[in-house]
């Protein structure tokens, strides 16, 4: 065994995956995220293998290439772009005698490094000891208690073990941490319900200016930097909108292809968000010019979490950049379906901020209701709320009232005034509304 390199800077990357190479735009993707995570890019290394070696990945005449790569440029690290699995990743270690990582590995590292609240950092931890726990390999043999001889019998337990042991542990320990920021979390959506306050959720691809356009929305001072995966600490905020309504908007955490599973499963309570969101702005980056691959991968995640059904705008941002003006198009109801703007120069937020009103605008429902006399305060309470359209005095002093109101604040009328839903009639006839209109 040889013992691992405290640092690991300049690294290698290498560009394979099973069937053939990955195209241009996934290894500048990957490169970047090797940057990001603070790598300097010392060499680089395709291989076109169309099946994978199950002892290193890549074959043996790649493999003498990259240690060749690696003793000219003075390399530390390997970083792979394709998924290693324990044994492959051990071999290349032992071979290469440098630290290897693959692309969940680097995912996991830079965000390890950005994480900056409590939650954050609880869910990175967790994140990455599901990763490390997979990797445990038989390499403590100096430390085995069970091989017998003076000193050494008993029922003691291998290194390996005691390290497994240790690790289920502190999962254990981070999942009931966890599950009281979940509760926490689902206590203040149950708040947002009951205020009946609607919830914005902003998911997209990584680095496509999601902290920027929360910022210019809400004035959060959210970090930004051009860079994948700058923030991933959740912000939520209230947010304005003409005619003096508002909403919650939520930031969540970058999408990437190939999201490690790992992630998902730690980050839950944060993309908890977007699931349980009453509409999702899809931001997506009109200047890439793979940003119909980077949509389809974003909504591949988001049915990962069962949030495929939330109603979306999809919101092209950097227009700056194309030359663009600000614009909105909408669907065949008439709602806001996709918003053409620039989140640096604020072009465009106003009509980001008409489309949500359009799409979260509460359904309503006309009813009429028949109150007896005594119930002369249900009478005086749907006159505050506004929803009277026209009202009937019978001879015996009860009335009929013709009522215009969202469905949730009726039920909640009812609810609240002990009335029965039998006091409702249908809908009033459209004849005899115009009628009573031209009357």
Known sequence: MFERPQSGERAVLVHASPGGLPDQSEREEFAELAVSAGAVIAAELLSTRKRPDPRYFIGKGKLEDLKELIQHNDAELVISCASLSPSQERNLERELKCRVLDRAGLILDIFAQRARSFEGKLQVELAQLK?????LVRGWTHLERQKGGIGLRGPGETQLETDRRLIGDRIRQLNSRLDTVDKRRAMNRRNRMKAETPTVALVGYTNSGKSTLFNA???AGVYVEDQLFATLDPTVRRLDLPHGEHVVLADTVGFIRDLPHELVAAFKSTLQEAREADLILHL??????NRWQRVRQVNSVLKQL???????????NKIDKLDRQPRMTNNRQGEGRAVWLSAVSGQGLPLLKDAIVNRLRRKTSERTIHLQPAQGRQRARLFDLGAVLHEEVHEDGSWTLDLRLAEKDLQRFLKREDLDEDQLGPEPNVATAVTAANE
Not at 131 to 135: A, G, K, N
Not at 306 to 316: E, M
């Open 306 to 316: 069962d949030a495929d059904q939330v109603p979306q705008i999809r919101v092209y």
């Open 217 to 219: 929305l809400t004035d």
């Open 131 to 135: 990763h490390l726990s997979t990797r």
């Open 284 to 289: 997506i980056d009109a200047s890439d010019p």
